[in-house]
């Protein structure tokens, strides 16, 4: 019985799994590379950190 175990579990083999889970990493962090530049390259958000850099200038003394 143990031997037909050992070959059901040989069959069933993840080998191809790490390479699916890169796919979908590579995929996820794309898709918020691509929503984080599409966020700060807009007018509120720079307007903002602009107004925060010069703050901490103005506070600084710079």
Known sequence: MSKIINRFGRLRSERGMTTAEYAVGTVAACGFGGVLY???????????????IDKAFGVIGG
């Open 38 to 52: 599409k966020l700060l390259t807009s007018e509120p958000i720079q307007d903002l950190l602009s107004n925060v």
